[in-house]
Nanobody, 114 residues
Framework: QVQFVESGGGLVQPGGSLRLSCAAS????????MGWYRQAPGKQRELVAG???????NYVDSVKGRFTISRDNAKNTVYLQMNSLKPEDTAVYYC????????WGQGTQVTVSS
């Protein structure tokens, strides 16, 4: 059974930082491209960062230079370091396959507010 467990969200002031973690199970994690997605209230879920099995990385323009995705295949975990956070980054953040998503986890709430 495929499962993703996201953690690390919270309330942070504009300009602050958070590091999200996502532990995956039930898949051969190391062979798949993984991604971090987010869904803000009233908006569609969007892919904000992806990392292939070989380490190639892509970001949506709105987070370039501020977010960093990484993975630890030994721990079946993908990370998202988020710096210089803005109120528009407020959303529920999820991890999943970057190409073909499996069932979604619970996500972790990130709220950027003063």
């Amino acid at each position: 059974q495929v499962q993703f467990v996201e953690s690390g969200g919270g309330l942070v002031q504009p300009g602050g930082s958070l590091r999200l973690s996502c532990a995956a199970s039930g898949i051969r994690f190391s062979i798949y491209a993984m991604g971090w997605y987010r869904q803000a209230p009233g908006k569609q879920r969007e892919l904000v960062a992806g990392i292939t099995s070989g380490g190639t990385i892509n970001y949506v323009d709105s987070v370039k230079g501020r977010f960093t995705i990484s993975r630890d295949n030994a721990k079946n975990t993908v990370y998202l370091q988020m710096n210089s956070l803005k109120p528009e980054d407020t959303a529920v953040y999820y991890c999943n396959g970057a190409v073909r998503p499996w069932p979604w986890g619970q996500g972790t709430q990130v709220t950027v507010s003063s």
